[in-house]
């Protein structure tokens, strides 16, 4: 059965960094796009980073220049690194490929 498990959220200051992990089991990881979305409180979930089987990249306007999605096909890990983080980066981080989604991650952004 293919999972996504996503781990490395927590409470940070604004501008600091954290480093979101994305653990994929059953299935073809490395024929497969890798998503990044956010939900936070109260919003819509949105999407913030995509990386292709190829390893190219795309970021949402909000976002860009200050993370950086990248991936590890021997370990079959996506990887989110997030630098520079505001307030307004608070959210439920999840993983997606297709029709699969992982169970999320926290970050929290507060002083």
């Known amino acids: 059965q293919a999972h996504l498990v996503e781990s490395g959220g927590g409470l940070v200051q604004p501008g600091g960094s954290l480093r979101l992990s994305c653990a994929a089991s059953?299935?073809?990881?490395?024929?497969?796009?890798i998503s990044w979305y956010r939900q936070a409180p109260g919003k819509e979930r949105e999407w913030v980073a995509y990386?292709?089987?190829?390893?190219?990249?795309k970021y949402a306007d909000s976002v860009k220049d200050r993370f950086t999605i990248s991936r590890d096909n021997a370990k079959n890990t996506v990887y989110l690194q997030m630098n520079n983080l505001k307030p307004e980066d608070t959210a439920v981080y999840y993983c997606?490929?297709?029709?699969?989604w992982g169970q999320g991650t926290q970050v929290t952004v507060s002083s």
């Open positions: 059953g299935f073809t990881f490395t024929g497969n796009t």
């Open positions: 997606n490929t297709q029709l699969i």
């Open positions: 990386i292709s089987s190829a390893g190219r990249t």
